[in-house]
């Protein structure tokens, strides 16, 4: 088959969206449309994969529209889509993500093309992390609230509507699959864990954090990657880390909105010699980096259903690098955790966190934890996954 992808931004740093598109190029011709390309784009795929990288500059329509209907902001993807179908006669649109899906179904409705719609989130819940309804006056935390509430009401209709043109949904865990079929009274909704490809050989270190830093041998190294915005618990991990001994070390690796917050914190003198911002590395990479630690960080804050509910990419990336990890306690976590014990479960408060990071530090316990990433790896997998996602996509070939 012939598939036109579509993502509503950058693919660079989409793992995902990445892993999809190569698995997808197995055995299908595959066209990505997507948002701010960059020149290392083409690094990512191999040659029957076609880049069509788009603009989308903001100006007052646009944002008119990205806080109302804001499912209607990327319409621009399916006359991409419909000019290129007119010489390559695509089979299949694969949506990523609400954004995506009203352009899908118009590609549909004008081709009669399959269309997948994969859900890596609930779109609706995460737009509270858009609106500020906690910030500012009275006035404008009332305006914000009631804005949040009418662009939910507007998408959950849409969607609603917009799902009765799928012939397939697919979605990233057990929980969020659950969630969809009650919501939508769909029957089946597939899911595919984010995880990393299965690798023959375990990862070499990519670096040695104790010889870089000048820290002595006897140093625990906690870390943690990913972006640095709201909802990962990063505030309440430097608060707990400022309770800990000298000997542990924190390694942020990554940067977002956050980072200034964090770095005028890790200032304060509790915390000016225990934390180290390492800076950005390429997703292929993170595995290496996280290998050379001793206890990975892996939080999400309940902020929104959507969140309650997710899979932490890092939670995978960790178990693959064999590095014991410490979860927050949601439902996503307990059930890898309960499975295969790859570490501790914590409540996000400080001290319990500390807590939870002072009792995982225990040679014994750490070797035990490692040898059970080192199991796991072999069932949460990439190959175990693109297998369910090609096997789901012959089930669509007419």
């Known amino acids: 088959m012939h598939i036109a992808v579509l993502l509503n931004g950058p693919v660079r740093h989409d793992s995902r969206v990445i892993k999809v598109v190569n698995s997808l190029a197995l055995q299908h011709s595959v066209d990505l449309f997507y948002l701010e390309g960059s020149g290392e784009d083409r690094q990512l795929f191999p040659d029957n994969v076609r880049l069509y990288p788009h603009r989308h500059p903001v100006n007052f329509r646009v944002k008119l529209k990205r806080h109302s209907v804001f499912y209607r902001e990327f319409s621009f993807l399916s006359d ?30 004008r081709t009669g093309m399959r269309l997948v719609y994969d859900s890596h989130e609930i779109y609706l819940e995460t737009l509270n992390q858009f609106v500020p309804i906690h910030a500012g006056r009275a006035i404008k935390r009332f305006a914000a609230g009631a804005l949040l509430a009418f662009m939910r009401s507007l998408g959950r209709n849409a969607e609603r509507k917009l799902l009765k043109s799928c012939d397939m949904m697919i979605t990233v865990n057990q929980s969020l699959s659950d969630y969809f079929k009650e919501k939508y009274g769909l029957k089946e909704v597939p899911f595919l864990l984010n995880c990393p490809p299965l690798e023959m050989e375990a990862h070499p270190a990519a670096i040695d954090y104790r010889k870089t830093y000048a820290w002595p041998a006897g140093v625990t190294v906690i870390y943690h990657h990913g972006n640095f915005t709201r909802g990962k618990g990063l505030e309440q991990l430097l608060e707990a880390v400022s309770l800990l001994d000298e000997k542990y070390k924190l390694v942020l690796l990554g940067s977002g909105t956050l980072t200034p917050l964090l770095q005028e914190r890790a200032k304060r003198p509790d915390l000016r010699h225990k934390v180290v911002f390492a800076g950005r590395v390429e997703p292929r990479q993170l595995t290496a980096y996280a290998s050379a630690a001793d206890i990975g960080i892996n939080f999400l804050e309940n902020i929104n259903l959507s969140k309650s509910l997710a899979s932490n990419n890092k939670l995978f990336e960790y178990i693959h690098a064999g590095l014991p990890v410490l979860s927050s306690d949601n439902i996503e976590n307990q059930r890898v955790h309960k499975r295969f014990g790859i570490g501790e479960v914590t409540p996000l408060e400080p001290r319990s966190v500390a807590r939870a990071i002072e009792r995982m530090n225990d040679p014994l316990r750490l070797r035990q934890y490692r040898e059970a990433c080192r199991e796991a790896r072999k069932e949460l997998n990439w190959n175990k996954q693109e297998a369910l996602l090609l096997s789901l996509i012959r089930s669509l070939e007419r």
């Open 80 to 109: 991409a889509v419909l000019k290129e179908h007119a010489a390559q006669k695509y089979d299949l649109v694969y949506a990523n993500d609400l954004p995506c899906l009203r352009p899908a179904v118009n590609i549909k409705s």
